[in-house]
């Protein structure tokens, strides 16, 4: 009895406890309080500038993804561009910055699903070529709030036109394209942009300006590119572009021929002179051979029989008692049918016809 009176106290102490709990709760009573400075945005991600021809600079940044927290941002309000320009002369890029606000950038739409859009967001001035900017860009509250990791700061120096590029080529190679511009200045580099079939205009990579050209191998058989490239004025991280080549669109196609074939055979046969050859059944893309034939009256190799697929051809043409001689190429099914070197010449003397055994004359009387 002792045991269940034990029991049913502490039954009913528990129900005491729960029953204060629940009016904690109600009054708003937090146990363990939020900070709210915790749930501002993190830093901004990957703010860039662009300049254009006519003098203006466009920056771009990505939304911060998470909080002050490190936990997943779930409320974001606006972005603020600051800056600061000073004559380029004399300008110190790691001296203190007064800066002064530019501009607020509001939210675009996010995606069904997500809270905040990712962008990329854009920001437009015009700057001129003998100044040096600041700019910072940084993520802000519903109320107004900061945070100060939040902030991305990038130097920007107006530069002159480059004016435009003195030569542009684009050539068709074999699974390439082969490019060729002319060496930049000192202060200058080369853009080449290319724009591939169902995709936006690129940059290339890997092309020598010391050499002025290079090679596109990201290329396939059949497909159209096109191609352009401008001059742009370097000077630290920024750079001004000048205006784009003219647009040149090369079609890129299978220009290597089939390795030659490696050994040919001619013998006499029944029907006609019989010729075997090396096969190159396992080379890629292989379409078949080509039999060429000179007697030994004529000076050129002409061809016979067409397109041949197998390795082995039988030539009825050839007339009792002449001497022919043979090569075979092997020919690709590219558009451009690339033919291989010829193989080494194979020669045969065609047997005369045996002429019939004379008969006796019975009237002969010496029988």
């Known amino acids: 009895m002792a045991d269940r009176s034990s029991s049913w106290a502490k039954f009913l102490a528990m129900v005491a406890l729960s029953g204060f709990s629940l009016i904690l709760g109600a009054c708003g009573v937090k146990t363990h309080p939020y ?36 936990r997943p941002l779930k409320t974001l309000d606006h972005f603020e561009v600051w800056g600061a320009d000073y004559p380029k002369k004399g300008f110190c890029e790691g001296c203190p910055v007064t800066y002064e606000k530019l501009a607020d950038v509001y939210l675009i739409a996010p995606a069904p699903g997500l809270l905040v859009a990712e962008g990329p967001y854009r920001w437009r001035t015009t700057i001129k070529p003998d100044r040096a900017y600041r700019f910072s860009v940084a993520g802000f509250s519903s ?12 130097t920007v120096y107006g530069q ?44 290339l990579t890997g092309l020598d300006e010391t050499t002025g050209g290079g090679e596109d191998l990201d290329v396939a058989y059949g497909q159209t590119y096109s191609y352009r490239a401008r001059l742009l004025a370097e000077e630290n991280a920024s750079l001004a572009p000048g205006p784009f080549s003219s647009e040149i669109r090369v079609r890129v196609e299978d220009l290597e021929p089939p390795r030659p074939i490696g050994y040919l055979d001619a013998a006499m046969a029944d029907q006609g002179v019989r010729l075997r050859w090396e096969s190159l059944s396992q080379e890629e893309s292989l379409a078949g051979y080509r039999v060429y034939r000179r007697l030994a009256n004529e000076t050129t190799f002409r061809g016979i029989g067409g397109l041949i697929k197998d390795n082995v051809y039988v030539d009825a043409e050839v007339k009792s008692g002449e001497t022919a001689y043979y090569q075979v190429t092997a020919v690709d099914s590219s558009p451009a049918a690339n033919e291989s070197r010829p193989s080494p010449v194979a020669s045969v003397l065609s047997a005369p016809t045996e002429a019939e055994p004379e008969k006796p004359d019975i009237a002969d009387p010496g029988l």
């Open 35 to 70: 900070p709210e400075s915790s749930a501002l945005p993190g830093p901004v991600r990957n703010l860039a500038q662009t300049q254009e021809p006519d003098g203006q600079l466009w920056l771009t940044w990505l939304s911060p993804l998470y909080n002050a927290a490190n």
């Open 160 to 203: 002159n036109n480059p004016g435009s590029i003195g030569h542009f080529s684009a050539v068709a190679d074999d699974l390439a394209v082969r490019l060729s511009f002319t060496r930049p200045k000192k202060g200058q580099k080369v853009e080449v942009q290319k724009l591939a079939p169902g995709r936006s205009w690129a940059t």
């Open 143 to 154: 109320r107004g709030a900061v945070n100060p990791t939040s902030w991305r700061e990038i």
